[in-house]
């Protein structure tokens, strides 16, 4: 069975928990698609709300992660032969460990195999691909970016998209790999090559690595190969 989830959280803090869950499992042609908006007694940060339009007083009454429903169809379906597709794995992961819920079958990351497989790519969240790779030319209707079930769905089409470049084994591979960037995709050097900052602005990707906690491991990992001079 492959499993398409997709979180939206309270906010992007390592203490921050979910507050909606979005899921469309699939397995030969049955499909089965379930969405949950859950309390976890965390407060929903003005910022996030922005984005995905959950607010704190929509989440009042609603059950835990744990008591969803997604929840339970999701532990029923724990199992080794099964694949949870997720795009970030590291933050969707985290996420549903901090909310009881630890995966036991196999995982695979979207984006980072995007990163591997299309690296022409100059962004690599899930909206900036649904658009750059077409895939809202098939995509069903009422689909509404930053909902949990929507981006699913979304998630399921990538995935689709990048099944006919390689094969699952590839794939699962390719999730755990670490990835060599050639950009910088923010700041002040956002779309410039790595290798040029360094040469103009070697100060800058050093800052980096001391201070960004937040920074993107395959970017850190990227970065400190051009210092290190492993070109």
């Not at 908006?37 to 704190?56: D, F, L, R, W």
């Not at 979207?110 to 790779?133: D, N, P």
């Amino acid at each position: 069975m492959l499993l398409f989830l997709d979180l939206e959280t309270t906010g992007v803090e390592h203490t921050d928990k979910i507050c909606s869950v979005g899921l469309v499992a699939k397995e030969n042609e049955q499909v089965v698609v379930l969405s949950d908006i859950v309390n976890e007694g965390k407060k929903i940060a003005s910022q996030s709300s922005a984005i995905h339009h959950i607010t704190n007083e929509m989440v009042v009454g609603k059950p835990s992660f744990c008591e969803s429903q997604t929840y339970n169809f999701l532990q029923k379906h724990n199992k080794e032969e099964n694949f949870l597709v997720v795009h970030n794995a590291k933050f969707i992961v985290e996420k549903l460990a901090s909310s009881g819920f630890l995966f036991k079958g196999e995982i695979i990351d979207t984006q980072r195999v995007t990163k591997h497989l299309i690296e022409e790519c100059e962004l690599f969240s899930l909206q900036y691909l649904r658009y750059e790779l077409q895939l809202y030319k098939s995509e069903r209707s009422g689909i509404i970016a930053h909902d949990a079930l929507s981006d699913a769905y979304v998630i399921m089409q990538l995935f689709e998209y990048l099944l006919e470049l390689t094969g699952m084994e590839q794939m699962q591979k390719l999730s755990f790999e670490s990835v060599f960037l050639q950009k910088i995709d923010f700041g002040k050097y956002k779309g410039e090559y790595i290798e040029e900052i360094m040469m103009k602005d070697r100060g800058y990707l050093e800052w980096l690595l001391r201070k960004a906690d937040d920074l993107d491991e395959d970017m850190r990992y990227s970065i400190e190969r051009y210092l290190r001079g492993a070109l």
